[in-house]
Nanobody, 115 residues
Framework: QVQLVESGGGLVQPGGSLRLSCAASGGVFSIYIMNWYRQAPGKQRELVATISSGGNTNYADSVKGRFTISRDNAKNTVYPQMNSLKPEDTAVYYC?????????WGQGTQVTVSS
């Protein structure tokens, strides 16, 4: 059983930056594909960024060039660095660990982009 705890959310002005963290425990972190999803009010949860066990990354078109995902396997942590934030980035951000059909979710952290 893997436990995921997100942190780093908050209120930021448009154009600002935030770095979220997702700390994992209870499993072999390095073998999991790590994903970040977000869900805005009234919208479906969407995949924002992915980093494989080997460090390969993929991003949603809406965040490409602004968000960077990285992982530190020694610290069992994955970090999405979010720059040039826009009001439409406002959402609850969720960390997800996936290995084949096994999926774990964190509890989410709120990110609000507003002046």
């Amino acid at each position: 059983q893997v436990q995921l705890v997100e942190s780093g959310g908050g209120l930021v002005q448009p154009g600002g930056s935030l770095r979220l963290s997702c700390a994992a425990s209870g499993g072999v972190f390095s073998i999991y594909i790590m994903n970040w999803y977000r869900q805005a009010p009234g919208k479906q949860r969407e995949l924002v960024a992915t980093i494989s066990s080997g460090g390969n990354t993929n991003y949603a078109d809406s965040v490409k060039g602004r968000f960077t995902i990285s992982r530190d396997n020694a610290k069992n942590t994955v970090y999405p660095q979010m720059n040039s934030l826009k009001p439409e980035d406002t959402a609850v951000y969720y960390c997800n660990a996936r290995l084949a059909l096994v999926v774990y979710w964190g509890q989410g952290t709120q990110v609000t982009v507003s002046s």
